[in-house]
């Protein structure tokens, strides 16, 4: 069964929301097993098991928070054994303009070092899915329907 991995690094909760509804999103497809973690419980293991990883990360300067690129930067002891799963990347911005394209951007780039498959979102935010603050009504719903399609794709590949 393809298994999802989302994992996310919140401090004041934004970030989880968007994780738990991307969550709900890739668990709407069949025969796919969905994991939601916090960073923090992620190890590098756990990303060597999925199939497709999803991660989330406040935007901390434009970037994913150090947290966030501390569990990749450790992730290089499987460089090679990564390629061709499913990267995707969501965050929760303070300000409109903050730098959430770029964050998203930071931990895609991530995912293409690691020679992962990353498929844009053309029914939303292009990159991934972007809240500010907390996620509105609108951010949600792009939450469910990115988790779904990152799912599908996933289990389309594995
Ligand atoms: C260290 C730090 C850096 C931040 N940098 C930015 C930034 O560059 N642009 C922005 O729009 N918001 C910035 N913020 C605001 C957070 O991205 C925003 O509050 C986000 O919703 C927090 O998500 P969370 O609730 O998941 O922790 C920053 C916050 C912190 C603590």
């Known amino acids: 069964m393809a298994r999802v991995l989302i994992s996310y690094y919140s401090r004041s909760g934004n970030t989880r929301k968007m994780a738990e509804k991307i969550r709900d999103g890739a668990a709407s497809v069949d ?43 450790r992730s290089v002891k499987y460089f090679g054994k990564m390629v061709g799963k499913v990267g995707g990347a969501f965050t929760s911005s303070g300000g409109i303009g903050g730098g959430n394209e770029t964050t998203i951007a930071s931990i895609l780039q991530a995912w293409l070092i690691h020679g992962m498959v990353v498929q844009g979102f053309q029914k939303g935010s292009h990159y991934g899915p972007v809240a500010v603050g907390a996620p509105d009504e609108r951010a949600e719903d792009e939450c469910i329907r990115y988790g779904r399609q990152m799912a599908e794709l996933t289990k389309k590949l594995f």
Do not use: W
């Not at 990883?53 to 930067?73: H, N, Q, R, W």
């Open 31 to 73: 025969g796919v097993e969905v994991v939601l973690q916090k960073i923090a419980e992620t190890g590098i293991d756990d990303m060597r098991q999925a199939d497709g990883l999803i991660f989330g990360s406040p935007t901390y300067f434009g970037v994913m928070a150090a947290e966030v690129k501390d569990l990749i930067d």
